[in-house]
């Protein structure tokens, strides 16, 4: 049982921190995306 509550700590201490980068590529990528899409809608 202990085992089974150390391993999601683990795993939930990585959700967080992949989330955190998640959000950052994310944002990363809507912005390239708005940037393409002004870009294109200007020429």
Known sequence: MKDK???TDY???ILQKWSFFGRL???RYFIHVE???LSTSLE
């Open 11 to 13: 795993f939930n201490s």
């Open 25 to 27: 590529l994310l944002l």
């Open 5 to 7: 509550e150390k391993a």
């Open 35 to 37: 940037n393409a899409v």
